[in-house]
């Protein structure tokens, strides 16, 4: 009886101690995969593409930091203005947006947190509907080898999607 108790205990231990890891992982907010995504959604009215992406917290955040080699926190007041600054540049660097063989200028609008995500917002210069739609987007390339960004461009209630995983970048779609 008593080498049972002891083989019951000592086969605990891998479950305890796994169960820990998992914990310690789960609070610190690691995750396992490096995904992001961007939608373009023309809008027929604006004749604008309204974009947002939808990235993780964390992973935005190290991202720009590397990038410019600062030490700047999403959901701290002193940090906003130069966050803004950063994630606009860091997108104008990492996101093109072609449409019919022409560069359209993207405006960043801004960001809003979510829990553990960012929500970032764009909006194209005036274009008339596009027939074709080239997208370059890098994001978060700079920080992991195994990013993945699923990409939904919207026009006229056609929707597309595509995944790109590092380092493929360019999305080309006819409409």
Request: glycine fraction near 4%; charged fraction near 25%; include cysteine.
């Given at each position: 009886?008593?080498?049972?108790?002891?083989?019951?205990?000592?086969?605990?231990?891998?479950?305890?101690?796994?169960?820990?890891?998992?914990?310690?992982?789960?609070?610190?907010?690691?995750?396992?995969?490096?995904?992001?995504?961007?939608?373009?959604?023309?809008?027929?009215?604006?004749?604008?593409?309204?974009?947002?992406?939808?990235?993780?917290?964390?992973?935005?955040e190290?991202?720009?930091?590397?990038k410019?080699?600062?030490?700047?926190?999403?959901?701290?007041?002193?940090?906003?203005?130069?966050?803004?600054?950063?994630?606009?540049?860091?997108?104008?660097?990492?996101?093109k947006?072609?449409?019919?063989?022409?560069?359209?200028?993207i405006?960043?609008?801004?960001?809003?947190?979510?829990?553990?995500?960012?929500?970032?917002?764009?909006?194209?210069?005036?274009?008339?509907?596009?027939?074709?739609?080239?997208?370059?987007?890098?994001l978060?390339?700079?920080?992991?080898?195994?990013?993945?960004?699923?990409?939904?461009?919207?026009?006229?209630?056609k929707?597309?999607?595509?995944?790109?995983?590092y380092?493929?970048?360019?999305?080309?779609?006819?409409?």
């Amino acid at each position: 009886m008593k080498k049972i108790v002891r083989k019951f205990s000592y086969s605990f231990l891998p479950v305890f101690f796994c169960s820990v890891f998992i914990s310690f992982i789960s609070v610190e907010g690691i995750h396992p995969y490096h995904v992001g995504s961007v939608e373009f959604n023309y809008n027929q009215k604006t004749k604008t593409f309204e974009i947002t992406g939808k990235f993780f917290l964390d992973d935005l955040e190290n991202a720009v930091n590397k990038k410019y080699s600062k030490k700047l926190h999403f959901g701290e007041a002193k940090h906003k203005a130069q966050m803004n600054e950063a994630l606009k540049n860091y997108i104008a660097e990492y996101m093109k947006l072609k449409t019919d063989n022409r560069y359209l200028k993207i405006d960043y609008l801004g960001f809003e947190e979510d829990q553990e995500s960012v929500n970032v917002y764009l909006e194209s210069e005036v274009v008339e509907t596009p027939k074709k739609i080239e997208t370059s987007i890098s994001l978060l390339y700079n920080l992991f080898d195994d990013q993945m960004n699923i990409i939904h461009v919207v026009i006229n209630g056609k929707r597309k999607s595509f995944r790109l995983s590092y380092p493929e970048q360019y999305f080309y779609q006819q409409f």
